[in-house]
């Protein structure tokens, strides 16, 4: 085992200019695949990388007959698992004749997010990512008797000690390897149903927070491949009286941050409103089950916002409120949407969007 440990951690660079580069695509199920290819010498610009194909009869992508997906490198990040001169490329997906396929949701983004009205506002987003650890062979979140269930919530949020905080190890070697690999994560946290966790990231500028999150989600996804546990996104994994797990999007723009923003965040907030139903139908599956009412959700049928209000849409936060400017929360994405849909909707329907 020390001899397979010692061939993983290899220094190339003794050796050789070549690396390896991680390339990793979202499938058709909104999932990540990656497959890895040898790099002649380091690049540093994702443009200057080649494209790639794969197969996407195999992930629900293309039909058999004419199954060549080709993929586009767009961001790179340092490999925080191969180290060295290593990468991730976070690409999106499109046919032989170079047209995004139908679940290449980056595509769309990118164009929103370089419309010059949206550009000039500079929008910033800080992404709380939920997220459960669940044991292997049972599918039952980490730490809970197998079968059972734990002490009811209170002690858990934010918790220490081995009866309050599981998958902890997990979790910073998540914030480090993040960290590593040049995301802006800023901070993690024990969240209020025991096995459940969040990390932020940001700010990040237009899609590069779709970037971070989908490449953040996928260093997560290894790190309990290694550990033998389960990452779990769904919105409510445990019925009953637990919380479930959302994705809070933070959101400002230039106009927001400057003296008077906080009229532009009001104006910004009923754009939501009206567009409500829209948003919600893409906020991730199983959201209902989330949006109750319940367990610090509004209700999935009825919008609302407030200062401080953790059960509502939009939570505006008291130093906003106190100094005219700054941010608000859209608590309502679930922990399974695609950051690409929600950062650029949200831009579209605050900036472009006319009622």
């Known amino acids: 085992m020390s001899l397979l440990n010692d061939l993983i951690n290899l220094n190339l660079s003794e050796?050789?200019?070549?690396?390896?580069?991680?390339?990793?695509?979202?499938?058709?199920?909104?999932?990540?695949?990656?497959?890895?290819?040898?790099?002649?010498?380091?690049?540093?610009?994702?443009?200057?990388?080649?494209?790639?194909?794969?197969?996407g009869?195999?992930?629900?992508?293309?039909?058999?007959?004419?199954?060549e997906v080709l993929i586009y490198p767009q961001a790179i990040f340092p490999d925080p698992f191969r180290r060295g001169n290593h990468k991730l490329v976070?690409?999106?997906?499109?046919?032989?004749?170079?047209?995004?396929?139908?679940?290449?949701?980056?595509?769309?983004?990118?164009?929103?997010?370089?419309?010059?009205k949206v550009a000039a506002e500079v929008p910033w987003y800080g992404i709380e990512q939920e997220y459960t650890l669940l044991q292997k062979d049972v599918a039952w979140p980490l730490g809970w008797p197998i079968g059972g269930y734990p002490g009811p919530q209170g002690p858990y949020y934010c918790g220490i000690g081995a009866d309050k905080a599981f998958g902890r190890d997990v979790v910073d070697a998540h914030y480090k390897a993040c960290l590593y690999a040049g995301i802006n994560i800023s901070g993690i946290n024990g969240e209020v149903m025991p096995g459940q966790w969040e990390f932020q990231v940001g700010p990040s500028v237009?899609?590069?927070?779709?970037?971070?999150?989908?490449v953040a989600r996928y260093i997560l996804e290894r790190i309990t491949e290694i550990a033998g546990v389960v990452l779990s996104l769904d919105p409510k994994p445990i019925s009953g009286d637990w919380n479930g797990a959302g994705a809070h999007t933070n959101y400002s723009t230039k106009s927001m941050r400057e003296d008077g923003g906080y009229e532009v965040?009001?104006?910004?907030?009923?754009?939501?409103?009206?567009?409500?139903?829209?948003?919600?139908?893409?906020?991730?599956?199983?959201?209902?089950?989330?949006?109750?009412?319940?367990?610090e959700t509004a209700s999935i049928n009825n919008f609302s916002w407030g200062v401080a209000n953790r059960g509502a849409s939009i939570r505006v936060g008291r130093e906003t409120e106190r100094d005219g400017k700054g941010y608000f929360e859209d608590r309502r994405p679930a922990s399974n949407m695609d950051p690409y849909i929600v950062t650029s909707m949200i831009a579209e329907t605050t900036i472009l969007w006319q009622p």
């Open 15 to 55: 050796v050789t200019e070549k690396s390896i580069y991680e390339y990793i695509w979202i499938d058709g199920f909104g999932k990540l695949r990656s497959k890895a290819r040898t790099q002649p010498s380091p690049v540093t610009d994702a443009s200057r990388l080649p494209k790639w194909n794969f197969d």
């Open 57 to 67: 009869s195999s992930t629900g992508q293309a039909p058999g007959a004419d199954s």
């Open 206 to 214: 237009g899609i590069s927070a779709g970037d971070q999150i989908w």
């Open 90 to 116: 976070m690409c999106d997906t499109y046919t032989p004749s170079g047209e995004p396929i139908p679940t290449n949701k980056r595509h769309r983004a990118a164009q929103i997010f370089s419309d010059p």
């Open 265 to 295: 965040i009001k104006d910004a907030i009923r754009k939501l409103g009206l567009r409500h139903k829209e948003h919600i139908a893409a906020y991730g599956e199983g959201n209902e089950r989330r949006l109750t009412g319940r367990h």
